[in-house]
């Protein structure tokens, strides 16, 4: 909140933010409230960037521009990793069991 004066000598005061002319008076405090106003920018921006990160394709606040599908990418090479690894360790044990049973009943 600015206050411009616009005639000091009878105390006339303009606020800008709502532009009304009043009269100055000695018995009230005016308190800027722009230090709060940018702190509320900037927890705005940060609840905004925390909703971000719960989407794969939101940019985030910290990091370099194109980098908005990074963590969709990373989700599903890894996810096709494990899902290999964990294929492949199956077969495997789905193979042993096999010959094993085979063994069993001598068909080796």
């Known amino acids: 909140m600015s206050i411009v004066r616009i005639a000091p000598e009878v105390h006339l005061v303009m606020d800008l933010d709502t532009a009304t002319v009043a009269e100055e008076r000695a018995d009230s405090v005016l308190y800027s409230?722009?230090?709060?106003?940018e702190r509320m920018d900037k927890l705005d921006g940060i609840a905004d960037d925390l909703l971000n990160s719960l989407s794969p394709s939101k940019p985030l606040l910290n990091s370099w521009p194109g980098r908005e599908n990074t963590s969709y990418m990373a989700g599903v090479y890894g996810n096709s990793f494990?899902?290999?690894?964990?294929?492949?360790?199956?077969?495997?044990?789905?193979?042993?069991?096999i010959?094993?049973?085979r063994l069993i009943e001598g068909g080796m």
């Open 82 to 97: 494990y899902g290999v690894v964990v294929g492949l360790a199956f077969s495997g044990l789905l193979a042993l069991i």
């Open 99 to 101: 010959f094993i049973q």
């Open 33 to 37: 409230m722009e230090p709060v106003f």
